[in-house]
């Protein structure tokens, strides 16, 4: 991942952002072309701290096949975006530009045995049954046994070992104060979620700046 100093997030905040995301692009390459596919994971630590991505495919999914526990495999998890217009800033002579949190999670993968695949299965469905709070969590204890087999019997279980892990957040974090909050509150008027999640990071980072309490510099170049 190319990233430049001012936008690189640093190894806690990438695997903290990957966790709380839960979704993202697996992709290997098999001696051809790349292979990829969407996927919901959770995370998980080994002993020695290091940090493993659990997740399954479909049993048909050409990517098991290179899940041989030696080829190195990408996770790219993905958050909000939002396109940014020249015209929002304060300051003259500026370009449009794209926002974007972005995290790459890198290392080997190997499949799980069946019973590895039942605990990721239950962990990975309890993760996201947790965002649903009040609601009663759905767990696999709700289903027949033969028709849980039969489902668990469709897929295969995968394990990546994060060796490497990168992370970029875009958020104009280089721009002055003035034209920062000025492309923010554009950002936020816009309708799509995408644009006001990115506003309201922004706010996030430079509170001062909406509060009042800070001072609206001029522009950097």
Sequence with gaps: MYTPPMFKADRATSLA?????????????????PIASLLPFYLGHA?????????????????????????SWLLAVTGADAYVSADWYVSPEQVPTWLYQAVH??????????????????????????????KQPWTSAKMTAPRLQALRKAIVGLTMTVVE??????????????DFA??????????????????GLMRQMRQQVFSGAGKLEGSVP
Excluded: Y
């Excluded at 290392?107 to 009040?134: C, I, Y």
């Design 182 to 199: 000025a492309v923010a509150a554009a950002l936020a008027s816009r309708p799509d979620t995408g644009s006001q999640q990115i506003a």
């Design 105 to 134: 999670l890198t290392g080997p993968v190997r499949t799980l045995s069946d019973e590895e695949l039942a605990v990721q299965v239950d962990t990975l469905s309890a993760k996201f049954e947790n965002w649903l709070a009040p």
């Design 47 to 71: 002993r020695d701290g290091t940090p493993s991505a659990f997740f399954h495919l479909a049993r048909g999914n050409p990517l098991i096949k290179l899940a041989d526990g030696t080829a």
């Design 17 to 33: 952002f990957a966790e709380a995301r839960g979704f993202g692009m697996a992709c290997a390459f098999d001696g051809r072309k």
């Design 165 to 178: 892990v990168e992370g970029s957040f875009k958020l104009n974090q280089h721009k002055s104060d003035a």
